[in-house]
């Protein structure tokens, strides 16, 4: 298993361009979240989802926004990049059942200029 | 509201000396998970842990060690004879239930210890 996949590693947008961060998992997990790093700072939730067609927001939606068509892939949209944006973007997964851990991609870390 | 508190937000030790990181915690929920995850230099969360608020006895694993005191509300992360691999960012977290559906919830992250082992 491949677990969680996050493409790109790393992007440079400029202030109003937009751009979808890709998060793949091959693990069949039910929940998928989106947080965000910035520096210093511990991880805040952007948007999760608990199955295919079901997202809800989290903690920081602001300026984002998800879709969830499949179990597999669950994509993050910046629909008009500012440079408030600039963080180091994590996508994580679970199985449906327990208080089970999240297991997370290597992260997209996204500059906006 | 849930929070995490990592007071410490930097430790440097020397390698094989022990180290202990703390993690306080606020919450609501009578049913909760603790967890502690690791960054290393290279970006990537590792998970280490989880516990939940019913169970208190304190866990070993190799190097690493765990105390949860639910009166304290406290989720102390110590480790061992510490090596320069030790090295990284270490989170504590805290999930929160989110919904209706059984198991479901989010982690509240602390803002991180970064700890630095020297040779």
């Known amino acids: 298993n491949a677990g969680v996949t996050q493409t790109p590693k790393f992007r440079i947008l400029k202030i109003g361009q937009s751009m979808t961060l890709q998060c793949t998992q091959d693990?069949?997990?039910?929940?998928m979240y989106w947080y965000r790093q910035d520096p210093g700072m511990g991880l805040k939730l952007i948007y999760y989802?608990?199955?295919?067609?079901?997202?809800d927001k989290g903690e920081v939606p602001n300026g984002y926004n998800v879709s969830r068509s499949t179990t597999e892939d669950f994509p993050l949209r910046l629909e008009l990049a500012a440079p408030s944006q600039t963080s180091v973007y994590f996508c994580?997964?679970?199985?449906?059942?327990?208080?089970?851990?999240?297991?997370f991609g290597p992260g997209t870390r996204l500059t906006v200029l | 509201a849930q929070k995490v508190t990592q007071a410490q937000t930097e430790i440097s030790v020397v390698e094989k000396e022990d180290v202990t990181l703390d993690c306080v915690y606020e919450?609501?929920?009578?049913?909760?998970?603790l967890f502690w995850y690791k960054q290393p230099p290279s970006g990537e969360l590792v998970f280490l842990i989880r516990?939940?608020?019913?169970?208190?006895q304190n866990e070993i694993s190799g190097r690493y060690s765990w105390n949860f005191q639910k009166s304290t509300s406290s989720f102390n992360f110590t480790i061992t004879a510490s090596q320069v691999v030790d090295s990284a960012v270490y989170f504590c977290?805290?999930?929160?239930?989110?919904?209706?559906?059984?198991?479901?919830?989010?982690?509240?992250f602390g803002k991180g210890t970064k700890l630095s082992v020297i040779p």
């Open positions: 994580a997964s679970r199985p449906g059942q327990g208080f089970n851990e999240q297991f």
């Open positions: 693990m069949n997990h039910n929940y």
């Open positions: 989802s608990v199955g295919a067609g079901i997202t």
């Open positions: 919450t609501r929920d009578t049913t909760y998970y």
């Open positions: 516990r939940n608020s019913f169970d208190e």
């Open positions: 977290a805290l999930s929160e239930a989110i919904g209706t559906g059984a198991g479901s919830y989010q982690l509240t």
